[in-house]
C-alpha cells in the first residue's frame, strides 16, 4: 500500500491525514514528480486510503459511513465522465482462494445496467467482469481487459482486486483507491502486467483491501520495533540479507478468518459501487 511505503520511508509530509466517524481516518498521497514516485517505487497518481476500526462490521452506522465516504472517492475520481459510455468495473483475482477472492466477491454483488431498457438519470451504463488469473485461463488479465475495453469502449475502467499489507491491523478494514492503476500479483512477489491508463487507453481507478500480509516486511518490522524497545541497535542490511537467504522474500500470510474479511469488505465495497454508479 502507498501509504505504508511513505510511513515506512519518513515520508509523512507527503501523506495528509483526515480523522472522520468512527474512527475512520482518510490519508491521501499524490505522487506527481518522478523523484517522489522513484523514492516510493510507486507510479505516479492520487492514493486515498480509508482506514477503518473493525467494528465498522460490528454495527450498521460505521458500515454506512464508510460506504458513503467511498462513494463519494469513487464519484471524485471518475467524475463528470460522457453518460453515453458504460463504465467497467473488471474484479481480479481467484475466487476460489479465499485471500484472493475480493473481486469475484464484489462482482457477484454488482448492480449492472448496460442490458436495461432504462437506466438512472444522470448515471453511465454499467458492465462488469471477472477475470480470474492466469493459471486457469491462460491469458494475461491485462490483455482481457485490454480486449473487452476495446469492444465496449468505457468512459472508465474500475479494478478490484485483494492488496498485501505490511500492517496487521490493516488487514480486511482498509480500503485504497488510487488513478495509478495496479499490477496483479505483486503483493505476492509476482512479475506480471501492470493494468493502468496508458494500457487500456481509458482512465483507471483502482480498489483494493490488504487480505495478505508480506512476511518478510513483517518480519523485520516486529525486530525492528522490539530492537528499538530494548533500545539496541538493528544491522538492517544483515537482517534483510538473512530474510533473503532464507527464501522468505515472496512468502505471504493470510489470517485463518480471512473469507469472513473477503466478504464483509465485498459486501461495502460493492455498496459503494452500486451507490456511486447506479443508484440515483
Known amino acids: 500500500m502507498a501509504v505504508e511505503t511513505a510511513e515506512n520511508l519518513g515520508l509523512n509530509e507527503y501523506c495528509k491525514s483526515q480523522e472522520l466517524e468512527f474512527g475512520i481516518v482518510k490519508r491521501s498521497l499524490k505522487i506527481t514528480t518522478k523523484e517522489l514516485s522513484d523514492r516510493l517505487c510507486r ?13 465498522i462490521y460490528l454495527s450498521s452506522r460505521p458500515a454506512k459511513a464508510i460506504e458513503t465516504y467511498l462513494a463519494q472517492t469513487i464519484k471524485r475520481f471518475i467524475g463528470a465522465k460522457s453518460r453515453t459510455h458504460p463504465v467497467l468495473v473488471a474484479c481480479l483475482g ?39 488469473v492466469l493459471g486457469k485461463t491462460g491469458i494475461q488479465t491485462s490483455r482481457f481487459i485490454k480486449g473487452v475495453v476495446k469492444e465496449i469502449e468505457p468512459c472508465f475502467a474500475v479494478l478490484i482486486d485483494s492488496l498485501a499489507t505490511s500492517v496487521p491491523k490493516r488487514v480486511g478494514v482498509s480500503f485504497q483507491l488510487s488513478t495509478a492503476g495496479i499490477t496483479p500479483g505483486s503483493g505476492v512477489g509476482g512479475d506480471k502486467e501492470r493494468i493502468d491508463s496508458s494500457v487500456l487507453g481509458v482512465p483507471v481507478l483502482s480498489i483494493g483491501v490488504p487480505m495478505l500480509l508480506s512476511l518478510n516486511t513483517l518480519t523485520y518490522g516486529l525486530f525492528k520495533d ?17 530474510l533473503a537467504d532464507r527464501n522468505m522474500s515472496n512468502l505471504v500470510v493470510a489470517p485463518k478468518d480471512v473469507d469472513v474479511y473477503a466478504e464483509n469488505a465485498s459486501v461495502l465495497l460493492s455498496n459503494a459501487l452500486n451507490l456511486s454508479l447506479t443508484r440515483a
Not at 101 to 107: A, Q
Not at 230 to 242: G, I, K, Q, W
Open 43 to 55: 507510479a505516479v497518481g492520487d492514493y486515498t486510503t480509508f482506514d477503518c476500526e473493525r467494528s
Open 94 to 132: 481467484n475466487g476460489n482462494i479465499a485471500a484472493d477472492s475480493l473481486g469475484k466477491k464484489v462482482f457477484d454483488k454488482l448492480e449492472v445496467t448496460s442490458d436495461k431498457l432504462q437506466k438512472p438519470a444522470n448515471k453511465p451504463p454499467v458492465c462488469a467482469i471477472s477475470t480470474s
Open 226 to 242: 522490539f530492537f528499538k524497545l530494548v533500545d539496541a541497535p538493528l544491522d538492517e542490511y544483515a537482517f534483510r540479507s538473512m
